[in-house]
T-cell receptor, first 114, second 113 residues
């Protein structure tokens, strides 16, 4: 079946613009995670959802970052008033119920803020 | 989550076993050891996890010491496609809720022909 998909795959924006990154998890997966990965570093946790409820947003760096998953399926990560330091690979992952279960990662969205 | 320490890089000859160590001396009783790998620019890929017993699956074996303060991931017959960054992660898990993965620096494994 289809894996986790993310769109767009590449996004170039100017400083100060808002961007919305989309994640489409594996069908039926309850949990959805957002991570950010800088070049040469491991992924860094941002936030996660169980169904539509945001369970942990402690990794969001500041209030310009927000995420939603209104129907418990597709999720959107929004960055307002982007800054150059926001440039990174943004990765989404999903897993079935129970945190024992492995997280499946999507291909990521490469965000470049000019 | 407990902190993990891994070597920055390792080399292995194709066809030989690759043994990747991880130190997690502050691990607590309810924390599992997970291994993921990331090939080039792809998303991380789950390999294996365990609590205190040794585990084996089609990809690898996980050996956890009796005191649980360290573990070793074993790729029994490394191939060129196993070249990747390998992450050892310690995390609390629950039966119904998800939990974050805390990635460290990982070990860059290079399999040489």
């Amino acid at each position: 079946g289809a894996g986790v998909s993310q769109s767009p795959r590449y996004k170039v924006t100017k400083r100060g613009q808002d961007v919305a990154l989309r994640c489409d998890p594996i069908s039926g997966h309850v949990s959805l995670y957002w991570y950010r990965q800088a070049l040469g570093q491991g992924p860094e946790f941002l936030t996660y959802f169980n169904y539509e409820a945001q369970q942990d947003k402690s990794g969001l760096p500041n209030d310009r970052f927000s995420a939603e998953r209104p129907e418990g399926s597709i999720s959107t990560l929004t960055i307002q008033r982007t800054e150059q330091r926001d440039s990174a690979m943004y990765r989404c992952a999903s897993s079935s119920a129970g945190s024992y279960n492995e997280q499946f990662f999507g291909p990521g969205t490469r965000l470049t803020v000019l | 989550d407990a902190k993990t320490t891994q070597p920055t890089s390792m080399d292995c000859a194709e066809g030989r076993a690759a043994n990747l160590p991880c130190n997690h001396s502050t691990i607590s009783g309810n924390e599992y050891v997970y291994w993921y790998r990331q090939i080039h620019s792809q998303g991380p890929q789950y390999i294996i996890h365990g609590l205190k017993n040794n585990e084996t699956n089609e990809m690898a074996s996980l050996i956890i010491t009796e005191d649980r303060k360290s573990s070793t991931l074993i790729l029994p017959h490394a191939t060129l496609r196993d070249t990747a960054v390998y992450y050892c992660i310690v995390r609390v898990v629950g039966e119904t809720s998800g939990s974050r993965l805390t990635f460290g620096e990982g070990t860059q494994l290079t399999v040489n022909p």
